[in-house]
């Protein structure tokens, strides 16, 4: 087991976004053209924003860091890495850190 911090902005993620899909799809573009398209628009963005990220794919996953534990953005997360990568904001951190600090006494 890994774990680390991470510091990402959502610009941050819109500006890999394009990189991070082909390393995605790439191997499915002659079966799923949508994925091929999707990603030469990433990359013809200029300028790169998060919303016009998340208008090409149609969500936001791409340019956001959402906590397994609350589900919010956190532009800092706590990285666990094991046979699945999970992401913890610091407010979570506290509040399981507070939970067993009463669990201790």
Request: hydrophobic share 30%; glycine share 0%.
């Amino acid at each position: 087991m890994k774990i680390y911090t991470q510091h990402k902005t959502r610009q941050d993620l819109a500006e890999s976004a394009a990189e991070r899909w082909f390393k995605q799809y790439a191997e499915d573009f002659d079966e799923w053209p949508d994925k091929k398209e999707k990603y030469e628009k990433l990359k013809a963005l200029n300028p790169i924003t998060p919303e016009r990220v998340n208008e090409i794919i149609d969500n936001d996953s791409w340019t956001t860091y959402k906590c397994e534990k609350c589900r919010k953005h956190s532009d800092l997360m706590i990285i666990i890495e094991s046979d699945y990568l999970y992401r913890i904001c610091a407010s979570c951190i506290e509040k399981i850190n507070r939970l067993i600090k009463r669990k201790q006494k």
